[in-house]
């Protein structure tokens, strides 16, 4: 069974950068996608940025054009942590932030939240101006 558990979210002010982390475990070493997703109140949640792994591997990073140049999605060499590195935060980017996984290539649909059955609590992101 796959548990997914982020952290690193809190407040900063605009301008400023944060990490979030997603540690997975319960994965198996068939291609994954690996999704971070985020939801604003009121709104939908939206894919921000993937990485497509194989074991050890990794096949794609995407990021959404919202937060592109910004956003840039990485992985810990040994150990199934996934990171959101977060720069020039913006107040928009205020959300709460998901990771998700699923198996099988990200593909072209990886910002559809509807294809992920895994989903770990969220973590808060408050960007202040």
């Known amino acids: 069974q796959v548990q997914l558990v982020e952290s690193g979210g809190g407040s900063v002010q605009a301008g400023g950068s944060l990490m979030l982390s997603c540690e997975a475990s319960?994965?198996?070493?068939?291609?994954?996608?690996m999704g971070w997703f985020r939801q604003a109140p009121g709104k939908e949640r939206e894919g921000v940025a993937s990485?497509?792994?194989?074991?050890?591997?990794?096949?794609?990073?995407n990021t959404a054009e919202s937060v592109r140049g910004r956003f840039t999605v990485t992985r810990h060499n040994r150990k199934s942590i996934f990171y959101l590195q977060m720069a020039r935060l913006e107040p928009e980017d205020t959300a709460v932030y998901y990771c998700?996984?699923?198996?099988?290539?990200?593909?072209?649909?990886?910002?559809?939240?509807?294809?992920?059955?895994?989903w770990g609590q969220g973590t808060q992101v408050i960007v202040s101006s």
């Open positions: 990485i497509d792994i194989f074991g050890s591997y990794t096949y794609a990073r």
């Open positions: 998700a996984a699923q198996l099988g290539s990200c593909g072209g649909n990886w910002p559809m939240a509807h294809r992920y059955n895994n």
């Open positions: 319960g994965l198996t070493t068939s291609r994954t996608c």
